[in-house]
């Protein structure tokens, strides 16, 4: 088979075992070349990064994990989704497959636990790129701080009861839920859009279709976020580090507000025209400052 031919297969699918979840993983082949994890963020999914592995495959040996509750993962039995747990799954699938030392791309949620991931195994990580994934901004814990322990507690059980309640939106048709994701980030091209929801999507049983990952996934915590620990475990990274944000996200830029400063070697690097899906809205942009930065 021809290198052109091998690169228009897509990714194969894998399953491994976690806390005793069941979950799903692709790996895009090239076995002998550095290993490279790609994390996606909340409410997402794997394929999530299928134009960046396609990009990259023939550099590295690509593996992308659907997180729990995620994709074609396990759901939890409950309600928490811990930054703690997803830590331990990431952890479980590097040791299992024997893929430290590693390289880590990670968006969003994802990006908070590859950061967690290599401030705790810092051996373990080569290189770093994370788009957007430092979490709440100082404003945001200052607002939250502002809610009493008690109260914070009460909020959480609340909103658990009504996400209880709250049944996966049905879709009549694929067409319905792709408008959605065009309604979510308007940066999306129609294909990728299209792409997103075609792998982000399960048919129900009676024809309509829902997206796959589950409803508790948008609970937070109420444990809330330790600065102090995170900030530490920043400080402990010792790779290379690539900092992106959108300059049209809503998230804060860590420059200005303060948190690069937690990192030995980061570099911050702000993409204009892009939200908060980098990968997404200016890919050929956030592919080239990826490039250079593994390449360097």
Not at 140 to 158: C, P
Not at 207 to 213: A, D, Q, R, V
Not at 229 to 252: D, H, M, V
Request: hydrophobic share 35%; with cysteine; proline share 5%.
């Amino acid at each position: 088979m021809t290198d052109s031919a091998s690169s228009q297969i897509g990714p194969a699918s894998h399953i491994y075992f976690s806390q005793r979840l069941r979950l799903h993983y692709v790996d895009w082949g090239n076995e002998s070349a550095p290993p490279m994890l790609m994390i996606h963020g909340g409410r997402d999914h794997c394929r999530n990064w299928d134009w960046t592995a396609e990009a990259l495959r023939d550099r590295y040996h690509i593996i992308a994990p659907d997180l729990r509750g995620h994709g074609d993962s396990q759901w939890m039995i409950g309600s928490p989704y811990e930054m703690n747990d997803y830590v331990y799954d990431i952890a479980q699938l590097i040791h299992q497959k024997g893929l430290a030392p590693l390289t880590i791309v990670a968006h969003s949620m994802g990006g908070a636990i590859a950061l967690r991931y290599a401030g705790l195994y810092p051996e373990n990580v080569k290189k770093l790129v994370v788009i957007e994934g430092l979490g709440p901004s100082p404003k945001m814990l200052a607002d939250r701080k502002a809610v009493s322990d008690d109260q914070r507690i009460r909020n959480w059980i609340d909103e658990v009861r009504r996400l209880s309640s709250r049944q996966p939106r049905r879709y009549e048709s694929i067409e319905d839920a792709y408008k959605r994701m065009q309604e979510e980030n308007p940066h999306l091209s129609p294909e990728r859009a299209r792409h997103l929801t075609v792998h982000g999507v399960s048919q129900n049983e009676d024809g309509t279709y829902s997206w796959k990952f589950d409803n508790y996934v948008r609970a937070f915590s109420p444990a809330g976020f330790d600065e102090k620990a995170t900030a530490e475990l920043w400080n402990r990274i010792t790779c290379p580090t690539l900092l992106i944000r959108g300059t049209e996200s809503w998230a804060s830029d860590p420059l200005a507000d303060g948190r690069a400063k937690h990192f030995r070697n980061a570099t911050v690097v702000a993409v204009k025209g892009a939200g908060h899906w980098v990968q997404h809205d200016r890919l050929d942009e956030f592919l080239r400052l990826t490039e250079e930065f593994l390449e360097g």
